[in-house]
């Protein structure tokens, strides 16, 4: 199916893959993109060095188009926005800051730019720093979250922007494609579901986690530092819960124990496999996530539950969503 937003990044369906840093590497990248979506190298706060590895692996297994994500806050961020020119990478997705130092060098190399927001305010910022599209992230993603929901933030930006949004947090079946789409939104991002991808690098025992997930299994942790992060319930969030209501008391030694607890959390479950002991970020649809296949299979499976779903539809509300933004702009 054709939206503004396959024309835009030139893909064949307008799903993008989540950027899971630890997680999304060239294996999964490229693997996204073969399928016809646009796979994400998720480049976190890994060295430049690895970065660059893992774009010249993913290019020499796909000619399609990938993106890489760029965390603005870290310290290399500035060396790893001149890599994306250098490498010519064909989209940047961006959190955690503002991509407007980055952009005229990023325009210029032809390269597109789409930063996730959590608010219709730095939406509408987005779009003034020259931005092409935007992604609209709700609470119900997993990793770092805002505080709106997918429901109420999507309508929210496609009505303040005039460029094609991206729906993201709450996305695993064709199901949710078909609900963002009816809320105005062009195209998904989809994390969660990738995790049991068989591209997928994640330890077993992460992939395992995810599959045996119920509906009330995330909880959110970090709002006492202000970042808060959703993943899964285990012996880890359970106590980092518990020293956060130390912290927030003002007891120090539980603040100390927090801040030695959460580092490294991520890649103790998703590199060692320490599913206890790690922090295992992961949506709320992993309740919907019940087999491993491949990312071919899982685009296919998407776009064809939501082609049932939306009788044949889809495509109509595509294009409806594109000239209610037209007739904004």
Not at 2 to 8: M, N
Not at 238 to 263: C, D, P
Request: proline share 3%.
């Amino acid at each position: 199916m054709e939206t503004r937003l396959t024309s835009l990044l030139g893909i064949e369906k307008p799903i993008i893959q989540g950027a899971m840093a630890w997680i999304a590497n060239a294996s999964l990248a490229s693997a996204v993109s073969e399928a016809g979506g646009l796979g994400v190298i998720a480049c976190g706060s890994a060295p430049v060095s690895w970065v660059r590895e893992q774009i010249q692996e993913a290019r020499a297994k796909t000619s399609k188009p990938f993106a890489c994500n760029i965390m603005l806050m870290n310290p290399e961020a500035p060396d790893l926005a001149q890599l994306m020119v250098d490498e010519h990478v064909e989209a940047v997705t961006t959190g955690a800051g503002s991509p407007a130092p980055y952009m005229e060098m990023w325009k210029s190399a032809g390269i597109k730019v789409l930063p996730v927001v959590a608010s219709t305010a730095l939406a509408k910022k987005m779009e003034r720093t020259g931005a092409d599209a935007i992604i609209a992230e709700g609470q119900e993603a997993g990793g770092h979250i805002g505080e709106l929901t997918t429901m109420a933030l999507t309508p929210a930006v496609c009505d303040s922007v005039s460029l094609p949004v991206v729906t993201a947090g709450g996305v695993a079946d064709g199901r949710g494609m078909v609900a963002a789409f009816a809320l105005g939104a062009e195209g998904v991002q989809i994390g969660t579901r990738f995790l049991v991808a068989r591209e997928c690098t994640v330890a077993e025992e992460y992939k395992e986690k995810i599959l045996a997930a119920g509906d009330a299994d995330t909880i959110v942790t970090g709002r006492f530092g202000g970042h808060p992060v959703r993943q899964l319930k285990n012996a880890f969030s359970r106590a980092a819960k518990s020293l956060e209501a130390g912290a927030s008391a003002g007891n120090a030694e539980s603040v100390a124990q927090l801040e030695e607890m959460l580092a490294g959390s991520l890649k103790r479950a998703a590199i060692d496999g320490d599913v206890k002991n790690g922090s295992v970020m992961a949506g709320q649809v992993a309740a919907l996530v019940h087999e491993e296949a491949t990312a071919l299979e899982i685009i296919d499976e998407i776009l064809a539950e939501a082609e049932a779903w939306s009788m044949n539809n889809l495509q109509q509300m595509a294009d409806a969503n594109a000239k209610h933004a037209w007739k904004r702009s």
